[in-house]
């Protein structure tokens, strides 16, 4: 059994929180200065060229890329053979609040979804996902998400008789609805199978994919290009001004599901696609 100390999950929380907030990870950078070349328009060359420059600025000066700072989903992949000596899910809610107090991010949740809604003051909680697997290692995705962007995402219970066809057009009818509040360009996940819960939860995985990454299975690589390619003609372009890119991908992930069912689900995240990780 491999011992982690509840201080080095703290500490590596904390610095995942304050660099996801100030560097825009490689392939989303990337994809962003390519998405500059591929435009034509002037107003769609200067938008893009805007995000460009703020994501540098960010990175050079250690301030966050947005002023939304997100609320923070962290994924946690645990080996059966590792043993944290304390809390696991407090020492990364302690993490959180370090980093947000420490990198001057802003705090942006609330205790009670609905009637009081006080502001927790310290960014906590994070939203913890658990996968235990085998091995003796610890991973830990911290991806801190803008709601401008998750207010778009949606959820749909699609019916067998849907077909392929009820995919494609949920996820348009998903990016259209969003436009230009989603702050295009998107980076798109789409989750198909499982259930109702863990659809939404498989959208979100496949949206931290690296950009480019495909699906393994053909058919689902073949339909995340033809979606991307229709979401890219939609003219939203960036910042919603028009133009080519819409979004910079869309990843899909699947899981096996009921006879009678078919759930589909988008989640949406704008350009500010943050997510940083360590494997201890
Ligand atoms: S959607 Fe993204 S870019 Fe827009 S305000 Fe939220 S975090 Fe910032």
Redesign the pocket.
């Known amino acids: 059994m491999r011992e982690i100390s509840r201080e080095t999950i703290i500490q590596e929380v904390k610095r995942l929180c304050m660099e996801a907030n100030y560097i825009l990870p490689c392939d989303v950078s990337q994809a962003l200065q390519k998405a500059y070349i591929n435009e034509d328009s002037k107003l769609s060359q200067q938008t893009l060229s805007i995000l460009n420059e703020n994501a540098k600025m960010a990175k050079q000066t250690f301030s966050p890329?947005?002023?939304?700072?997100?609320m923070v989903c962290v994924f946690v992949e645990i080996g059966q053979d590792v043993h944290v000596n304390g809390s696991l899910a407090e020492a990364i809610h302690e993490g959180v609040r370090q980093g947000y107090a420490e990198g001057y991010l802003r705090k942006s949740v609330v205790d009670d979804p609905m009637f009081d809604r006080v502001n927790t003051k310290d960014n906590t909680p994070a939203i913890i996902h658990y996968d235990i697997v085998a091995g003796d290692h610890l991973k830990i995705v911290v991806a801190p998400?803008?709601?401008?962007?998750?207010n778009m995402s949606q959820v749909k219970m699609l019916k067998p008789s849907d077909g392929i066809q009820g995919v494609k057009d949920f996820v348009m009818k998903v990016v259209n609805d969003a436009g230009p509040n989603?702050?295009p360009p998107m980076v798109i996940g789409v989750g198909i199978g499982g259930s109702f819960d863990h659809v939404t939860y498989l959208a979100k995985k496949a949206m931290l994919r690296d950009i480019g990454s495909h699906h393994q299975d053909i058919r689902y690589h073949t339909l995340e290009d033809e979606l991307l390619t229709k979401i890219n003609q939609t003219g939203i372009g960036p910042a919603g001004y028009g133009g080519k890119t819409t979004a910079l991908s869309l990843n899909i992930e699947t899981y096996p599901t009921h006879i009678a069912g078919m759930p589909v689900a988008v989640s949406i995240?704008?350009?500010?696609a943050r997510h940083k990780e360590v494997i201890l």
């Open positions: 890329i947005c002023q939304d700072t997100g998400k803008g709601f401008g962007s998750e989603a702050c995240c704008c350009h500010v």
